[in-house]
């Protein structure tokens, strides 16, 4: 009996989800950092095995207040995403305290009525002799279709639960080929790319308020790929620090983003950057329309 479905990724921002989704299907493909708001969009991989095809969600950090049209655009992928799903994982950290933002996520989950499970993330953080009472404390709030303990971070434990999740997927069709492992285009996750290696090597204020567009994406031959971003910034003031003294911030968040890409592309890769200022991008609907955060609230 082959299984298949949907398996969304939900919890606060910073708990791991990303992480964990890279580790579950074998390859980066969704950006990381200890940033807020990392993951922006929607983002589906696909892991196939001889039992079932999982897709996975990923989906932007739960928030319980949102800033900005920009926060409003997140909370409403991570909504939509939850309804669309056969299985939630809610991911958690090893805590017997459960903070306000959890319980908020909690309410929602009991509404959706769909299988849920605690994924409890970031093990190698704590002794397993704490583990019961993570589990006893959150299990006190609601009851879940399985508890799982991992660490995303070490990739321990990732094979019990991609089995967890095929016991509550329900038979069917594989939605990819075997061979596809996300639905991003290179295009996309390139713009990806260069965000993550902006908000490695930025300061805490400035990530919030940066988005990147890709101007121009070309495979001029079977070894060379040139590609042409954009980074927006919110500030006159943030443009300088990205551009740094003599360009030497923006050199460094282009050399560590054109390597990534080369190993993506399996090409040498020409990468060019430019930086704009866009005041208030995160509160303008047509900006965020045209930097591919637009919701699809009245669509849906």
Known sequence: MFKSGYAVMIGRPNVGKSTLMNHLIGQKIAITSRKPQTTRNRIETILTTDEGQIVFLDTPGMIRKTENKLGEYLMDVSLKTMSDADVVLFLVEPSSCVGEGDKAIIKKLKNLKKPVILVINKIDKVKKVQLPAVFEAYGSLMKFADIVPVSAMQGSNVDSLKEAILKLLPEGP???????????????????????????????????????????????????????????????????????????????????????????????????????????????????????????????
């Open 174 to 300: 594989k939605y990819y080929d075997e061979e596809v492992v996300t639905d991003q285009t290179l295009r996309q996750i390139s713009a990806e790319v260069i965000r993550e290696k902006a908000l490695r090597n930025l300061g805490m204020e400035i990530p919030h308020g940066i988005a990147v567009l890709i101007d121009s994406y070309k495979e001029r031959s079977e070894t060379l790929t040139a590609i042409e971003a954009t980074i927006v910034c919110e500030r006159d003031s943030h443009k300088k620090i990205i551009i740094g003294k003599e360009g030497a911030m923006l050199k460094r968040i282009g050399s560590d983003a054109r390597k990534e890409l080369e190993g993506l592309t399996g090409t040498q890769v020409y990468l060019k950057l430019w930086v704009k200022v866009r005041r208030n991008w995160r509160d303008h609907p047509g900006d965020l329309k045209n930097f591919g955060y637009e919701s699809d609230k009245k669509n849906g």
